[in-house]
């Protein structure tokens, strides 16, 4: 049917000369026109490169002292926004700095603290940072977040369900049968790019097993599991290993080259509580007599690596980065003490800046690009004097990293997440695992929602530097940072078949 109808349209077509003439007769005036445009087109760009590149003309004469400070102020960031290099090309490297506890207000009022009346207040490093993205804080009450939940979400791209992490919803909470099925485990953002043979570096301040790092390298149906103590006998013999042990273990964990941090609580057991060094008996501490530090140590002399394992200050101090493709350095048996000026007493555990340079050494030598994650963070209950130090000493550390990175090769992102989520208020036991104290929305009374709601993380920011920083401009949905990352790196989904970079190290 459809051949027979074809037919006489050719024949008509062909005989018809004057079609063929009016056609041709299109197509050259067309061409015609397009050439024209593009002439006016390069005009026109040319134009306004110069103009852009040239310096803003503007008058100023007569403005009084106190009107020209904020006039020059302004036009810096003018001529800084006109000549913004936009480094549309994938990075080799990327730097995350991840911050918990800390909102807008705190931050103004840092800015404000550290300036000491300085008008206009100098910025935090990050905030020279060219482009900025906000993320949608998806906890509510009836979407209750952990830590653990959001720094999947945030740093892995898909959002488990509550108290589930590393895993997609279909996995519910504590099922451990679920949780070993690989079709629901989600690709995090180390297991990426140690698949393209980046080196990988985690540095916290906080316990190496504890949310944010460990959405990174483990999976678990019930993020309360964190070392031996935590995991009930019934879920380990249904195949659920705690989170401490997959760092270790798992792949990924064991294919890290920087851990660092603190955390020794859940790693070794029955380690030795002192007044500088405490326990922290309301989180996970083993008693399985463990020693997975050196458990990490014999896998490393087992695969001939070139490591090391540091237990302070000094050892960090003395280790020659250049030198080793594989740390790990447990500082402290919970968090490290983190006040910028700290005491004679605590001096033994070294600083976020010391931990980071030394990371950035191990994860440059002999190196295809790399990935380090660095978290610090401030608890719900600190002061303002403690938020202050803390954004104080991050700002130098941010300083110190992009001195020694290029902007045109390294993605460094600056996250600042509230993150005081629902945690503290369901932390439940071992034994029972119930999910207590869940704030009923239905049932609170105003005031009481109030609360909760006053106590409700805000959404997190990004300040966002290098290759494919633009792509943060807006706000986004919590997920999204996860992808930018791949798609700069051009890994996982986006990975690219011809830039083969060899195999993980
Ligand atoms: C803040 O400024 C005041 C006076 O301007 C000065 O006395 C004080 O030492 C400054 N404080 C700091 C921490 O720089
Ligand atoms: C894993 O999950 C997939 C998708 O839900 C399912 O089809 C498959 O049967 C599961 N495998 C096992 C071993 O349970
Ligand atoms: C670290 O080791 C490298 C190579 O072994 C050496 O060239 C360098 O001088 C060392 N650096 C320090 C500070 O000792």
């Given at each position: 049917m459809e051949q027979t109808k074809a037919v006489p349209k050719i024949k008509a077509l062909r005989l018809n000369t004057v079609r063929i003439f009016t056609l041709a007769?299109?197509?050259?005036?067309?061409?015609?026109?397009?050439?024209?445009?593009?002439?006016?087109?390069?005009?026109?760009?040319?134009?306004?490169?110069?103009?852009?590149?040239?310096?803003?003309?503007?008058?100023?004469?007569?403005?009084?002292?106190?009107?020209?400070?904020?006039?020059?102020?302004?036009?810096?960031?003018?001529?800084?926004?006109?000549?913004?290099?936009?480094?549309?090309q994938p990075a080799r490297n990327a730097i995350v700095f991840v911050t918990s506890g800390i909102d807008t207000e705190t931050m103004a009022a840092a800015r404000a603290l550290l300036a000491n009346g300085t008008k206009p207040q100098p910025a935090l490093s990050w905030e020279r940072f060219p482009h900025i993205g906000r993320l949608k804080n998806s906890c509510s009450n009836t979407d209750l977040c952990d830590p653990f939940t959001v720094a999947s979400a945030i740093l892995n791209g898909v959002r488990p369900r509550f108290r589930v992490g590393g895993l997609d919803s279909s996995v519910s909470f504590r099922d451990c049968v679920a949780a070993l099925n690989e079709s629901h485990h989600v690709k995090s953002l180390l297991e990426q790019a140690q698949e393209i043979g980046l080196r990988t570096g985690l540095v916290t301040t906080r316990r190496v097993t504890s949310a944010g790092m460990a959405a990174l390298y483990a999976r678990t149906p019930n993020t309360a599991w964190e070392c031996d103590t935590a995991l009930p006998l019934a879920a380990a013999a249904a195949g659920c290993t705690d989170t401490a042990r997959q760092l270790i273990e798992s792949r990924t964990g064991r294919n890290v080259n920087v851990i660092m941090g603190g955390g020794r609580q859940t790693l070794v057991s029955d380690v030795p509580n002192s007044a500088h060094d405490p326990v922290d008996e309301s989180v996970c501490n083993s008693q399985d007599k463990r020693n997975l530090i050196s458990d990490w140590q014999l896998l490393n002399v087992k695969l001939r690596r070139k490591f090391a394992v540091l237990q302070n200050q000094d050892d960090l101090r003395e280790l020659n980065g250049t030198n080793v493709n594989h740390i790990m350095g447990i500082f402290a048996n919970n968090y490290l003490p983190q006040r910028k000026s700290q005491s004679d007493q605590r001096r033994q555990s070294p600083k976020l800046a010391d931990m980071t340079m030394k990371a950035l050494q191990v994860l440059k030598r002999q190196s295809n690009g790399y990935l380090l994650i660095v978290e610090t963070g401030v608890k719900s209950t600190a002061s303002v004097a403690e938020q202050t130090d803390m954004l104080s000493h991050l700002s130098d550390v941010v300083q110190q990293t992009v001195a020694k990175i290029s902007e045109d090769d390294t993605l460094a992102l600056v996250l600042f997440t509230n993150g005081n989520y629902v945690r503290d208020a369901v932390e439940s036991s071992a034994e029972t695992d119930a999910e207590t104290n869940v704030f009923d929305f239905t049932e609170g009374s105003a005031p009481a929602i109030e609360e909760w709601l006053s106590n409700m993380a805000t959404e997190a920011l990004i300040y966002a530097r290098g290759p494919r920083s633009y792509l943060l401009h807006g706000v986004h949905e919590e997920t999204y940072m996860s992808y930018v990352l791949s798609y700069a790196l051009q890994m996982g989904h986006f990975k690219s078949d011809t830039a083969a970079k060899g195999k993980p190290k």
């Open positions: 007769s299109t197509i050259l005036l067309s061409m015609v026109i397009t050439v024209m445009c593009i002439g006016f087109l390069m005009r026109y760009e040319v134009d306004s490169e110069v103009s852009s590149i040239e310096d803003i003309s503007y008058w100023r004469d007569g403005l009084p002292p106190e009107q020209q400070l904020w006039f020059d102020e302004a036009i810096k960031e003018l001529k800084a926004a006109l000549n913004k290099n936009w480094r549309l």
